[in-house]
């Protein structure tokens, strides 16, 4: 409440002023004062918050209920604070901006390892995941299109050599880049960016490094870290973060986990030729999805060299005297590691947050608790993406944060919608996938028709490397329409995008069928299978339909068993 | 009446007005389409035989070989030399990813036209021997229509056999034809492109057809210099104005040297080469000039006249929407009738013609959103309508939204390109009329948004659809703003 105490009442409607703002020249509009210490005095509202603008069936919430001494609505330095500035917190802020919400958001100063007190705008996606790791795949596919290109007639005095440094100096400077460029983003959309730690103080109130700031809203968008379990010698274990930012390419590398961020570093390292080791818990890599990919994926990582050790688990990581470290399993001890990497799931950030004073419930694993409109257990506060734990995805932490941006301030209640998100794993090769497993497809529709396609691609053909693609279309027999759909091998990420645009809608087998292929290309298999490879067939349950909803939990599940 | 064969010594079929044919159906032509028509004819119940020319990577009248031009002279060829292209741009974008590639580093054309032609023979294998394993009874040889139930097959040897059969099925395809210009047969065409003994330092190409840019494309790649010359200001007519326009600047960025409204004169053999001369007055060498200027079907030896089947005046063969020509059992599909000439459309016409004549189930080829690739580097691909088409088509207004973006590739390896996406929306049912990409990946991409065009896909429904992180292809399902508005040709102007 401190901000708001030598708050003026100001009696002009809203509209009124929202008129008058307009007049005002751009340098002193309020939005452009520097970050807020004192009171303002005029605080025009640019969206109509009384009466519209909160919808929420359960909590059945207003700005006057808030004040329901029945005194006139409170002041906020901001409709929006914001604590967080990846990709859902950074979306969240400026579609409320554009929705003419005044709007705030903190982050922690950039640093390419993350911790309690490094972050930077951009967050995990930008700065320590999709972008960076997707700029080494790239990095590291080139000695395969080395390889690859001999078959094709292409030839090498010596062998092309890789500069970890050059790479590495590269990198950083696209981040820095990038970083850069959701700065001005929030910019222009006219939010006020502050630099530091947020923390809840109240439900209305946000600490940043000793400043009080008060806002209608805060929105909780601290996303996850890296998890390394206590085990002896974990201070010698590098997490995904510092693997991003070696200085120099390992020579022998033990990476532990079997989800898909350990099969991405382990396709990079391999790819810069490094020796590699993949230690898991289960029998196979990458749990809740497809059990065909999973073999498949297993079987060509280790054709490209990679060495999988399952059913192994991680006790003791010890450093020999000349630096090497080995890797102290169930099963026995492996030495000579220069890098022991442990990819062994992500927490959310909900640490020192101020979270249990102010009473926003979280789940067992630290997870912020929310509805299906992004809120939590307190009216005001809100959170998105990784912090809530429900489908781990830049995309989706997207349209979690456009969706809280239009339910609060666009006045278009809107859930974000978890059926059939596409996803991409960047292993070498990679994998798109769609809807159902197989496994799951099973269990929820009893009666399905499995239709695969496995074959080594016209490049392979050429190149001599044995290279396969495997493909593979579940189809709902009652209904015929395609409820999941999984590719592994070369392009699988891009040639999915447009298969989920149609699974999305629904389509069915026919709807494929019908479509023309491209020739030649790897997709055109997807709209060329003739017959079934099996015919799956159970009593089914009776009348069950297609609930996006609940084969969404199905996944979420098994994302936050990883 | 010729001479009855038994084949195998089984019994000839017998047909429901009690003549007897050798064969339920003749396929003349062992190409994409010819093939599919056999085999799932095969697949009805019928008895089915083929003949085909003897197999030659460059066609000729009497060379030619199962597979068809797809397989040996076109797509699959054509498809592993731009492979092969793309890696010179490759090992360019792997140096400031830190791989330190030997200047030095050697294209051997040969090596690669050996494992192509080493391919192509494996395939043309596969072709016969899956109409082998579909019971259809392959033939060597040059077929003519001597009648509407029989065939006449000359073989290699010279000696000739007759078939009749209940139906026929002419699958012949098309060939690449030359311009009528002094010297034209020094040039070469797309067929002895593929199949060059050495790589080309300096190429000509005359055309702007999609043959023409993935010639350009192949030779450049492989670093040689390339002159394209084409008729229009833009290569790609029929094809999106604004992707034609991203094309030819991607073909630029490349250094393609592109001679927009010019033609070629004539072709003189010179020791250094052979001299160009433009119709501008321009002299170049080259090595090669390759003539990419269209193809005509494959209907001049086929007897048709004296049949009596109609042709138009391009030589294609006329078909009704069954793919059945004005005598009743005379058929024809594929490149030879000159309607979409693609291999997946040739397949789709073989298949609706096997339903229709021996499946019980008339089908008709639907010829609505058929996707297509344009393989140069990096490759264009299109679905549906392009903006030029849907605004002439439309009664209302027309939504185009665009998207261009430097691929992040792009963000390290410095390489100067962007990608470009188009949505082309009816504003009215906001149903996606038109989808074009052209950038690494398009065509890999656009199969799969053909399916939800072909469905009448709305943009919502895309925008509904969450991307892929990091992907080319997310861009499809966030293009969030209008780029422009544009009045449909059939707009009712009012006076208001």
């Known amino acids: ?562 | 009446m010729s001479r009855k064969m038994l084949i195998d010594g089984e019994l000839s079929s017998s047909n429901d007005d009690g003549v007897q044919y050798d064969f339920d159906l003749f396929v003349i032509g062992g190409g994409s389409g010819g093939v599919r028509a056999s085999r799932f004819s095969a697949g009805f119940g019928a008895k089915v035989a083929i003949c085909e020319l003897p197999f030659h990577p460059i066609s000729s009248e009497l060379l030619g070989g199962f597979g068809g031009t797809c397989v040996i002279r076109g797509c699959v060829p054509k498809k592993i030399l731009v492979y092969g292209a793309t890696y010179g741009g490759e090992l360019q974008d792997a140096r400031n990813y830190g791989w330190e590639v030997n200047e030095k580093v050697d294209f051997n054309w040969k090596k690669l036209l050996q494992k192509k032609t080493q391919e192509i023979v494996r395939l043309n294998e596969i072709y016969k021997r899956m109409l082998t394993n579909s019971g259809v009874k392959s033939f060597e040889g040059e077929g003519r229509i001597t009648g509407p139930h029989e065939v006449e097959v000359t073989q290699i040897d010279g000696t000739k056999l007759s078939f009749s059969a209940k139906h026929i099925l002419i699958a012949t395809g098309s060939r690449a034809q030359r311009p009528p210009i002094p010297g034209q047969e020094l040039g070469i065409t797309s067929d002895e492109a593929l199949s060059l003994d050495e790589m080309p330092k300096r190429a000509v190409i005359l055309g702007g057809g999609y043959i023409a840019v993935e010639f350009a494309s192949i030779w450049r790649g492989m670093g040689a210099t390339v002159d394209l010359f084409f008729r229009k200001e833009r290569p790609l007519r029929g094809f999106d104005d604004e992707m034609r326009t991203v094309v030819t600047r991607n073909l630029e960025g490349r250094g393609i040297n592109l001679h927009p409204g010019k033609n070629l004169k004539e072709l003189i053999k010179t020791d250094d080469g052979i001299k160009v001369l433009t119709d501008d007055g321009e002299e170049l060498m080259a090595d090669v000039v390759l003539f990419a200027t269209g193809r005509i079907p494959n209907s001049k030896r086929l007897n048709l006249g004296a049949v009596g089947v109609q042709l138009d005046a391009a030589g294609a063969v006329k078909v009704d929407e069954y793919s059945r020509t004005n005598i009743p059992s005379i058929w024809a599909i594929g490149d030879v009738t000159n309607r979409i000439n693609l291999t997946p459309v040739a397949l789709m016409e073989g298949t609706c013609f096997s339903k229709t004549a021996f499946g019980g189930q008339p089908s008709k080829p639907d010829y609505s959103d058929v996707p297509c690739a344009v393989f140069s580097i990096p490759p264009l691909s299109v679905v549906g309508l392009s903006e030029q088409e849907a605004v002439e088509q439309a009664k209302g207004d027309i939504l185009v939204f665009n998207s261009t973006f430097n691929p992040m590739k792009n963000t390290i390896s410095g390489r100067q390109e962007k990608s470009v996406m188009k949505l082309v929306v009816d504003a009215e049912t906001d149903k996606v009329l038109g989808a074009a990409m052209c950038g690494p990946d398009a065509p890999e991409i656009i199969q799969g948004i053909a399916i939800a065009l072909k469905c009448g896909a709305t943009k919502a429904q895309f925008d509904s659809t969450v991307g892929i992180h990091p992907s080319a292809a997310e861009e499809f399902v966030t293009m969030r703003s209008v780029t422009r508005r544009v009045a449909g040709a059939l707009k009712l102007k009012t006076n208001l």
């Open chain 1, 1 to 562: 409440m401190a901000a708001s105490i030598g708050a003026q009442k100001v009696s002009f409607s809203s509209s009124t002023l929202h008129s008058l703002c307009r007049q005002i020249p751009n340098s002193l509009a309020p939005r452009s004062l520097p970050a807020i210490s004192s009171p303002i005095l005029i605080k025009p509202l640019k969206y109509n918050s009384h009466g519209r603008g909160f919808f929420n069936p359960y909590h059945c919430f207003t700005v006057r209920a808030e004040s329901s001494n029945g005194a006139e609505p409170r002041h906020f330095d901001f409709d929006l604070f914001t604590i967080g500035a990846g990709s859902g917190g950074v979306r969240a802020s400026r579609f409320a901006a554009n929705y003419g919400a005044s709007v705030a958001i903190c982050e922690l100063p950039f640093a390419t390892i993350s911790s309690d007190s490094t972050g930077g705008v951009g967050g995990t996606c930008v700065l320590r995941g999709c972008v960076p790791k997707k700029l080494f795949v790239y990095s590291s596919k080139h000695s395969h299109d080395f390889e690859e290109s001999c078959g094709f007639g292409w030839k090498y005095e010596s062998d092309p050599k890789h500069d970890w440094g050059t790479m590495m100096a590269n990198k950083n400077a696209e981040l820095q880049r990038l970083t850069g460029i959701y700065k001005n983003t929030l910019k222009n959309a006219g939010v006020t960016l502050i630099e530091g730690r947020g923390k809840i103080v109240d439900p209305h109130t946000v600490d940043v490094d000793g400043k009080v700031y008060t806002a209608r809203h805060i929105l909780i968008s601290v996303g996850g870290r890296p998890f390394i379990p206590d085990i002896p010698g974990s201070e010698y274990v590098i997490d995904s973060d510092m693997a991003l930012d070696l200085p120099s390419k390992p020579k022998k590398i033990a990476i532990v986990g079997g989800g898909y961020i350990a099969v991405e570093f382990a396709g990079i390292f391999n790819g810069l030729m490094s020796e590699v080791h993949i230690f898991i818990r289960q029998k196979k890599l990458l749990r809740g999805f497809d059990e065909e990919i999973r073999d498949f994926l297993a079987e060509q990582m280790s054709l490209k060299g990679i060495e999988l050790h399952t059913e192994e688990s991680p006790q003791a990581v010890i450093k020999a005297p000349d630096g090497s470290l080995s890797l102290k399993t169930n099963k026995g001890t492996v030495d000579g590691f220069s890098h022991v990497m442990f990819a062994t799931g992500r927490k959310p950030n909900t640490k020192n947050l101020g979270l249990e004073a102010v009473g926003v419930k979280m789940a067992e694993g630290g997870a912020i608790e929310v509805d299906e409109y992004s809120r939590t257990t307190v009216p005001s506060i809100w959170a998105v993406g990784d912090v809530t734990d429900r489908v781990n995805l830049t995309p989706v932490a997207l349209m979690e944060g456009g969706a809280f941006a239009k339910s609060v301030f666009g006045n278009e209640p809107t859930k974000p919608n978890y059926s059939a998100i596409p996803s991409a794993v960047f292993s070498q090769p990679p994998i798109g996938q769609v809807g159902l497993t197989e496994e799951q497809a099973v269990r929820e529709y009893g009666d399905i028709d499995v239709f695969t396609a496995n074959f080594r691609p016209l490049k392979a053909t050429l190149s001599g490397l044995p290279d396969r693609i495997v493909m593979k279309l579940i189809v709902c027999a009652k209904t015929n329409k395609v409820i999941g759909l999984h590719i592994c091998g070369e392009d699988a990420a891009e040639i999915v995008q447009g298969f989920a645009v149609a699974v999305k809608a629904g389509l069915t087998k026919a709807d494929f069928d019908a479509t023309v292929g491209i020739h030649p290309t790897a997709a055109e298999e997807l709209v060329t299978m003739r017959n079934p490879t099996r015919k799956i067939r159970k009593s089914p349950p009776a009348e069950v339909g297609y609930h996006p909803d609940h084969w969404q939990m199905t996944k979420s599940n098994y994302l936050k068993k990883k």
